[in-house]
């Protein structure tokens, strides 16, 4: 019984780890504090330049 187990626990391991490899991150990439700072300065630029004309 044992070692039925432990087979079938390292087949499921490496199918888990084949599976991980071929999934995409649906995540987004992490963007540091600093930066997203700086994008909302950017991004707010244009709408006051666009008010002052």
């Known amino acids: ?3 039925k187990k432990k087979i079938n626990s ?3 391991k490496k199918a888990k780890r084949a599976a ?3 999934s ?3 995540k987004p990439k ?3 504090k600093g930066e997203r700072e700086q994008q ?3 991004d707010a630029q244009p709408d006051s330049e666009a008010g002052a004309e």
Do not use: D, E, G, V
């Open 1 to 3: 019984m044992n070692r």
């Open 10 to 12: 390292i087949l499921k």
């Open 20 to 22: 991980a490899k071929t």
């Open 24 to 26: 995409t991150n649906k």
């Open 30 to 32: 992490y963007i540091p």
């Open 40 to 42: 909302q300065q950017i």
